[in-house]
């Protein structure tokens, strides 16, 4: 059974860091793209950042880059997300994605349950 646990959210004021992790079982996590996707109150879900399954090549938003670094140990089988100069925009629920994409173009995916970041005064 699949199991993927995001932790590390919280309160943070405008302008701090904070580092969310995802760690998961179940699967073999090398074979695996993961991804951070984030929603806040009354907006879809948007990807915020993906790294392949080796960690050789990284995608962000535009609104991030430069600010968050994703991250993975497949060793250890979790991936990260390293949030710097958090802006209260970025104030949202943070989920953990892991795709398996098959040979015939069909995905698998898993997603964890969230984690709360809030960036506040």
């Known amino acids: 059974q699949v199991h993927i646990v995001e932790y590390g959210g919280g309160l943070v004021q405008p302008g701090g860091s904070l580092r969310v992790s995802c760690s998961t079982s179940g699967l073999t996590f090398s074979r695996y793209a993961m991804s951070w996707y984030r929603q806040a109150p009354g907006k879809e879900r948007e990807l915020v950042a993906s790294?392949?399954?080796?960690?050789?090549?990284?995608n962000y938003a535009d609104s991030v880059k430069g600010r968050f670094t994703i991250s993975r140990d497949n060793a250890k089988n979790t991936v990260y997300l390293q949030m710097n100069n958090l802006k209260p925009e970025d104030t949202a629920v943070y989920y953990c994605?892991?795709?398996?994409?098959?040979?015939?173009?069909?995905?698998?995916?898993?997603w964890g349950q969230g984690t709360q970041v809030t960036v506040s005064s």
């Open positions: 994605n892991a795709r398996y994409a098959r040979d015939d173009g069909r995905n698998y995916d898993y």
């Open positions: 790294i392949t399954r080796t960690g050789g090549s990284t």
